[in-house]
Nanobody, 124 residues
Framework: QVQLVESGGGLAQPGGSLRLSCAASGLTLKHYAIGWFRQAPGKEREGVSCFSSDGSTYYGDFVKGRFTTSRDNAKNTVYLQMNNLNVDDAGVYYC??????????????????WGQGTQVTVSS
C-alpha cells in the first residue's frame, strides 16, 4: 500500500523558514516525479515544486527562488525547504507522486498518489 506522509509544517514568522518532508512507503520515490502542492482557504490547490525522476526541478512562478526541493534516496524522502516565507505562503501543503510528468508546469492531474497534507501558518 502506497503512503506519502508529510511533516514539518507549523508556524513561521514572515521572513522565516520551514522545511517540509515527504516520506514514502510502498513506492520508491526516485522512480517518480514528486510534487509539492498547496491550498489556502478559499483558493484552488496550486503546484509549488516538482522533483522529477531524472533529478530536474521545477517551481511555481510565485516561488521566485525562495524554495528548494531535494530528494534523499537513502531515506526515500523528498524535502521542500522554504525560506523568506510570507503570509501568502500559508496553507495546507501536500506532496504527491506521479509516474510521469510532462513539461515544467506542475499539473495536479498528473499525480497518482497524495499525502494527507501538513499545515503551514505564516504570522507574526
Amino acid at each position: 500500500q502506497v503512503q506519502l506522509v508529510e511533516s514539518g509544517g507549523g508556524l513561521a514568522q514572515p521572513g522565516g523558514s520551514l522545511r517540509l518532508s515527504c516520506a514514502a512507503s510502498g513506492l520508491t520515490l526516485k522512480h517518480y516525479a514528486i510534487g509539492w502542492f498547496r491550498q489556502a482557504p478559499g483558493k484552488e490547490r496550486e503546484g509549488v515544486s516538482c522533483f522529477s525522476s531524472d533529478g530536474s526541478t521545477y517551481y511555481g512562478d510565485f516561488v521566485k527562488g525562495r524554495f528548494t526541493t531535494s530528494r534523499d534516496n537513502a531515506k526515500n524522502t523528498v524535502y521542500l525547504q522554504m525560506n523568506n516565507l510570507n503570509v501568502d505562503d500559508a496553507g495546507v501543503y501536500y506532496c504527491a507522486a506521479a509516474v510521469s510528468v510532462w513539461g515544467s508546469n506542475i499539473k495536479e492531474y498528473e499525480y497518482d498518489y497524495w499525502g494527507q497534507g501538513t499545515q503551514v501558518t505564516v504570522s507574526s
